[in-house]
């Protein structure tokens, strides 16, 4: 997976098969990291879901943007307009 595979990405939405049935997250940004050793090069994945759900930091399987992929997220913030979700690939 590179930045490019989910900059076209921002705005739509991945889903999420949970316990309690699916939970929406919307791709908010892409920031690529620049002194990542990566090959392709580093970068982070911002998510925003419903205020009223906290996922624990966890591997989740998102399906959106034309794929599945197995990603693990952190929760990094929360406002009134729904929680924040990290996921870095360094």
């Known amino acids: ?16 098969e949970t ?11 892409v920031n690529r990291i620049a002194s990542s050793p990566r090959p392709d090069g580093g970068f982070s ?7 009223d759900i906290a996922l624990p930091q966890a591997t989740y399987r998102l399906t959106g943007n034309g794929g599945t992929h197995d990603i693990f997220i ?17």
Not at 1 to 16: N, S, W
Not at 19 to 29: F, R, T, Y
Not at 74 to 90: C, H, I, K, M, T
């Open 1 to 16: 997976m590179t930045a490019a595979d989910f900059e076209q990405a921002i705005g739509q939405a991945f889903t999420i």
């Open 19 to 29: 316990g309690g049935g699916q939970i929406a997250l919307e791709l908010s940004a």
């Open 45 to 51: 994945l911002m998510f925003r879901g419903p205020c």
């Open 74 to 90: 952190v929760p990094v913030a929360a406002d009134a307009a729904g929680r924040l979700y990290e996921a870095v690939f360094n």
